[in-house]
């Protein structure tokens, strides 16, 4: 089996909530016991809605944020109390690409400055090749060097992001939303040079995404998050085909089918996520299933190892409800 690059043990991340004084103080629970292992070489989509702890579970396994409970593993060490000087090693190997290339990048900073600085907080004054050589990996020209973000379309800045990250020669790279604020035509020629970097350079990925139809494209293996836990977990194409729990498959179901004339029934989930403050006891998702019962408000779906590996499926206890009577 190959190298384990991230290594995610009982991740847990609480934001506390101060309101007024006489109010007992309240905590949003972002991400309530994680676990999810990447290898060398995978790229692992993490999809879910809005709201259900996708971005907080980035920031904590690139150590942007410190975990409120369990561990970061980063090839093979643990991390989770790492910090200062000693997390620069760390950022070498794990590097993070944002959703809004619009803002993650210095408006007054020219691109050369911009690829620049991950080389220097490492302590390292890096070339004019080395320069042009990140930005010829993402298919642009030496001569933006000296442009600023500005002069670029979201495209453009995306790549620009994505070539920041590279600079440090990661072996893996979080990318959270990178392509939901560009357009459709964009989105995809940037999904495909996540493809090309990866067979090219040995990369690995996780892909943070809410839309299930642009993490179909590029991972090998999907993790369902549901408010702050990973629900479902498996091979992209059994978790795609068969999902296992009823809320993936109603994820799945607003997925259009690549192939003509073929349609999914749609399953339409009601309400928002539940809030994070005070989460629902029993099953996550009984508030808006359409299988949910009775003994769904007090027992919660497990997670079933797959035989002989690390990924997990939800076991629901409800089988499907039958299909209604032709007349
Ligand atoms: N700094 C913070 N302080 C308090 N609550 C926070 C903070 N950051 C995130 N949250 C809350 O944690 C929960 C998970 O947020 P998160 O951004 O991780 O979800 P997400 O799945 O990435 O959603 P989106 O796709 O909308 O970004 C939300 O309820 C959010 O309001």
Redesign the pocket.
């Known amino acids: 089996m190959s190298e384990e690059l991230l290594n995610l043990k009982d991740v847990k991340k609480y934001?506390g909530?101060r309101g007024a004084p006489w109010r007992k103080a309240q905590a949003?629970r972002?991400v309530d016991g994680v676990n999810l292992v990447v290898r060398k070489g995978e790229t692992v989509g993490l999809v879910?809605e809005?709201?259900?702890?996708?971005?907080?579970l980035a920031r904590v396994a690139t150590r942007l944020l410190d975990p409120t409970q369990g561990r970061v593993e980063i090839g093979g060490t643990d991390v989770t109390k790492v910090r200062g000087r000693r997390l620069r090693p760390i950022r070498r190997r794990i590097q993070m690409v944002f959703q809004d290339p619009q803002a993650s990048l210095n408006p007054r900073q020219s691109v050369g400055t911009i690829l620049s600085t991950p080389y220097r907080a490492q302590g390292i004054r890096p070339t004019r090749a080395q320069l042009v050589e990140l930005l010829e990996q993402v298919g642009l020209a030496e001569q933006y060097l000296e442009r600023y973000p500005h002069e670029f379309s979201g495209g453009q800045r995306q790549r620009i992001g994505i070539a920041r990250a590279l600079s440090v020669k990661p072996d893996l790279l979080v990318c959270d939303?990178p392509v939901s604020a560009l357009d459709v035509s964009v989105q995809a020629q940037v999904l495909n040079l996540l493809a090309d970097l990866r067979d090219e350079l040995g990369l690995s990925y996780v892909l943070v995404a809410?839309d299930l139809a642009v993490v179909r494209q590029v991972a090998d293996r999907i993790a369902v998050?549901y408010l702050g836990t990973i629900v479902e977990e498996g091979p992209a194409a059994e978790v795609y085909e068969a999902p296992a729990h009823p809320y993936t498959k109603a994820l799945l179901s607003a997925v259009p089918v690549p192939e003509p004339g073929v349609e999914r029934d749609r399953i339409v989930l009601t309400g928002d996520v539940p809030?994070?403050i005070d989460p629902p006891s029993g099953c996550p998702f009984r508030t808006r299933c359409y299988k949910a019962q009775d003994v769904c408000a007090t027992q919660r779906p497990v997670l079933e190892p797959v035989a002989g590996n690390t990924e997990h499926r939800a076991a629901c206890y409800f089988p499907e409800p039958p299909p209604p009577e032709r007349t």
């Open positions: 934001f909530l949003v972002a879910g809005s709201g259900s702890g996708k971005s907080t939303e809410h998050m809030t994070p």
